[in-house]
């Protein structure tokens, strides 16, 4: 049985290194942050705001109320893989609470809240909020410390997060020599969701959720892993702000972690690019506008793997119907933003596919208005000629007609950087 695990990533891949993202025009460790933590913090300092600390869960319920962050976004994981791993088991599974801009882990009795938040220039931004009332609230900001322990090539050597399926024993512990697996919206769903709880129902589509090793005493069918609607019969449930692990929110979770990887990753290479190019014209005295097509094409490259996720390029299809058992759907759909005729990219399908309409809303955060305006402007570019049907290249032949009418228009109405071309 796999286990399904969110991870924070910052590590070394091919030439790239930590290093390098410490020097310009990224920065990383050093640049200023502009983020919501960012805000939250000059609110606690000015005195306008107040985190207000509870016996059983700390600070997470008021820095969720502060951030925007819907209870209802809960899911929990019990595979021993988190900074505060020692907490964390079949019984104390560590929940997991995020919007578009943030992400928040709570353990039992764990020592600190831990947050990621999407900053614009630098991405993934990685916080620790001591949960000791007796402490000044304050977040501190971790950089070398905690991405050393969560480092991993696998994310291609960029701060961001990363959702893997790996094998949890009884204890929560990954059996590695079973294999891990990277999870996103391509992943089929029956390699899905171990070492989670997941409540919700997906008809005959098994998944790995709720599931360990060697199966639950008493228990000797998976199958009875899946369906599941209360989470009583694992675990005191009670003991968290709600008693539900969102198949819905898993879905949107692990769609949202790669497509704002892509996101960080295309700022970083597009950036660094553009730096180099600046640095060469300078030194062979070239005009400041020169660009060498070898910079162009790793600019398109690093875009086209964005544009590629937007889209949902290799979502696995779903074979029957999903709900899940809290109220996140509808809070998430109600967010918008929607067109004059009530459509909204984050309206879900949860019949053949995620959403109804095939363009992720993160086209609307932080992250993906924070690109260079290189990057935009290819993206759009992009976008227009495999909406108009300009590019009816395989990879896109999941789109249908309705499809990329109904995005263009949604687009039009809700998205107000669009180049002039997109107005016509």
Not at 68 to 72: E, G, N, Q, T
Not at 123 to 146: I, M, W
Not at 372 to 379: D, F, G, L, N, S
């Given at each position: 049985?796999?286990s399904?695990?969110i ?20 920065e990383?460790?050093?640049?200023p ?27 997470l319920?008021s820095?969720?109320?502060?951030l ?5 976004s809960q899911v ?5 893989t988190s900074?505060?791993?020692?907490r964390?088991?079949?019984k ?6 995020f ?7 709570f353990c ?14 630098l ?36 701060p961001?997060?990363?959702?893997r399926?790996?094998?949890?024993d ?5 059996v ?17 969701w ?6 919700g129902t ?5 998944h ?13 069918d998976d199958?009875e892993?899946t369906?599941?609607t209360?989470?009583k019969p ?29 996101l960080?990753r295309a700022n970083?290479?597009i ?14 005295r ?6 060498s ?9 690093a875009?086209?793997?964005?544009v590629?996720?937007l889209?949902?390029?290799e979502e ?12 996140f759907?509808?809070?998430f ?7 004059s ?10 019949k ?6 095939p363009l ?11 690109l ?8 759009y570019s992009?976008l227009?000629?495999?909406?108009t ?33 997109w107005k016509?």
């Open positions: 049985m796999k399904f695990t991870m924070f990533v910052f590590a070394v891949c091919g030439v790239a290194s930590a290093a390098d993202y410490d020097r310009p025009p990224i990383y460790g050093t640049a942050t502009n983020d919501v933590i960012t805000s939250l913090n000059e609110k606690i300092r000015k005195g306008n705001a107040e985190l207000k600390h509870t016996d059983d869960h700390g600070y319920k820095l969720l109320k502060e925007d962050v819907p209870l209802s929990l994981v019990f595979s021993r900074l505060q791993r020692s964390i088991g079949p104390t599974p560590r929940a997991i609470y919007n578009d801009d943030v992400t928040v882990g039992q009795r764990g020592d600190v809240l831990e947050v990621v938040a999407s900053d614009p220039n991405g993934a931004v990685f916080y620790t909020l001591d949960q000791n009332p007796a402490k000044e609230v304050a977040f501190t900001r971790q950089t070398e410390s905690c991405l050393l322990c969560h480092g991993s090539s696998s994310n291609q050597g960029f961001g997060h990363l959702i399926s790996v094998s949890p009884r204890t929560g512990e990954p590695f020599s079973r294999g891990t697996k990277r999870v996103d919206h391509s992943t089929p769903f029956a390699d899905r171990g070492g989670w709880y997941v409540t997906s008809g005959k589509q098994t790995m959720g709720n599931s360990i090793v060697g199966g639950w005493p008493g228990q000797d199958a892993n369906n599941v209360d989470l694992y675990f005191t449930a009670a003991n968290y702000p709600t008693t539900h692990s969102d198949i819905v929110a898993l879905m949107v979770l692990e769609h949202q972690c790669e497509m704002q990887n892509r960080i970083f290479q950036r660094s690019a553009l730096h180099e190019q600046r640095e060469l014209n300078k030194a062979f070239e005009p400041a506008t020169y660009r097509e070898g910079i162009t094409r790793r600019i398109n490259h875009c086209e793997s964005v590629r996720y889209l949902f390029c696995a299809k779903l074979t029957e119907p999903v709900a899940g058992t809290s109220g759907a509808k809070e759909a109600a967010r918008g933003p929607f067109d005729q009530k459509r909204s990219l984050r309206e879900f399908d949860l053949t596919r995620m959403f109804r309409y992720s809303y993160l086209v609307y955060s932080k992250l993906f208005d924070g260079p305006i290189e990057a935009k402007t290819r993206i992009r227009l000629e495999i909406l049907e300009k590019d009816q290249t395989k990879e896109f032949a999941h789109l249908t007609k309705e499809d990329r009418r109904a995005v263009m228009e949604i687009l039009r109405e809700t998205k107000g950087d669009l180049p002039v071309d016509r």
